[in-house]
């Protein structure tokens, strides 16, 4: 199948923009909980009328300091509640938010300002105030820099106090579907960001979309309120679609600014949301700690055997859904049964105890992740978007989920697969372009089609699968032509690895560098009663490389000899973002890290 449409389930907003909820919800509801708010250590509700409150105030404060309609305004925070209250403040007085990520070095920080001239930046910290200060020199626009440690809303609130609310209601009232909502620039890992111009129509549709569809993700169980913790970053994409779509959708919303499980999981057990949001890697993070678990307590054989049923239980139930088998034998679900309480209950319990729904994208999942999830009862909506989509493009849909799939097109839009095999998309939330660069817009969006630079291929029933990205196809020497995703997934899906980075281009074999997972050694050292080694002398262990092997072996069963990883080293220390080789989403930097360890990819090929 070539293109693949799904039929629109809401018509776009007419009139208005994003901030009109905020000021709706407070008039028609103001005692109703919309957002918690973790102040001292304790979470606390936040109701319709006082967020509406707190929104006109910033709002007047931002106007008395000299924001107009139609400024840009740069945000560089962590995921906190104060950023919500940016962006609809912003939004009110008919602003621009420009998101800039907190760990963004000097010089991104000046491009995204620079290019996006915007007149004033929020920071978080003392940190990111003298980043953006090392470069204010070189910002003639940048007339305004607030800091929110230093209580840039508390000034703000206090200078606005003389502006009449209906000053905020007269340029709310301006702001038009089609005005431009936020400039959100990509990740950059090929060169400089671009900054992608996403309208209020596009975030209405997204989102309104978004919760008409998976109303029972965003709807909640019977007598159940909605919420979710917001843990990804709202300078990206994905972060911000799901903060404009809780508040649109009433589901309780809160922050949370740090991944690290120490911080994360005793917030998800305190919020207990009925849903989440994330990127693969957090679903792996919190399979493998379950798994640490039970081998700590001498339970790893009945934790792999409740993932084999798990994984069973619920290919099953897929079949079902797709009319080609008759779902669980009642074997099968006594089976389940059993591991109810052993295991799928402490899984659950991890996230919370109430999440029943979770939504996945940024990268891909694999397969016998999603069906584990699912088993364990949590279904897990893998995705397909990007910031040029306003987030998900396509997305698995409730009651007919194909693990392994990234899902049918959203209502609304068309999927396209061109010749070549690159995907190709069309709908109301697709971007107007690139700011500032028309040769780049003209290079993606053709006759209101976005050609997304990914690849993949549409099944029977209209479901993508996406396969890879076009400039990351290498290409051996023997011109074999070579996708490195599936394989630098499955390795990676090993408990004792961190990130997986296939190498070949004009080389006469597929290689791949291999960092480790801290906590990952960590748990397997102590299991062995070994002492914890230096990353050095961790990486020429035999026996730690004989598991890498194993891993290795594995992901070349999914390919063909000529595409199959033939060398490997493991590397002493990790990708990341400080050091230039991932980006914000942790997608890898194929350039930057070929180029960091040119020396260990030319040892890979000799002899």
Partial sequence: MREFSVPAVITAAPVGGLADVVFEYARQDPGRVVLGRKTDGVWRDVTSGELCAQVLALAKGLLAQGVRFGDRVGLMARTRYEWTLFDFALWAIGAQPVPVYPTSSADQVWWILHDS????????????????GSVVDRLPGLRRL????????????????????DVVDRHRGAVTPDAVATVIYTSGTTGRP?????THANFMYETDTMVARWESVFGGGPGEEPSTLLFLPLAHVFGRMVQVAAVRSRVKLGHQPVLAAAELLPD????????????????????????RTAEVEGRTGAF?????????????????????????????RMEHQLFEKLVYGKVRAALGGRVRHAMSGGSAMSRRLGLFFDGAGITVFEGYGLTESCAAATANPPGATKYGTVGLPIPGTTVHVAEDGEVWLYGPHVFAGYLNDPAASAQVLREGWLATGDLGRLDEDGYLTITGRKKEILVTSNGKSVAPAALEERVRSHPLVSQCIVVGNDRPYVAALVTL???????????RSRPQLAPKDLVRDPELTAEIRRAVVAANTLVSQAESIRSFRVLPEQFTEERGLLTPSLKLKRRAIEKTYAHEVAALYQS
């Avoid at 671009?194 to 996403?198: A, H, Q, R, S």
């Avoid at 906590?519 to 050292?525: K, V």
């Fill in 517 to 527: 997972d801290p906590e990952g050694i960590a748990h397997w050292l102590s299991m």
């Fill in 146 to 165: 607030w800091q929110l440690d230093a209580g840039a809303v508390e000034q703000l609130v206090a200078d606005g106090r003389s502006v009449a609310d």
């Fill in 304 to 332: 792999d055997r409740a993932v084999e049923t798990a994984v069973r239980y619920a290919e099953a139930r897929e079949q079902k859904a797709f009319g080609a088998g008759p779902g669980p034998s009642a074997a099968l």
């Fill in 194 to 198: 671009k900054g992608c111009v996403l």
């Fill in 268 to 291: 998800l057990a305190a919020f207990r949301p009925t849903f989440v949001l994330g990127v693969p890697h957090v679903f792996e993070k919190v399979f493998a700690a379950a798994r």
């Fill in 117 to 132: 001239a915007c007149t004033a930046c929020l920071v978080e910290n003392e940190d990111q105030a003298m980043t953006v």
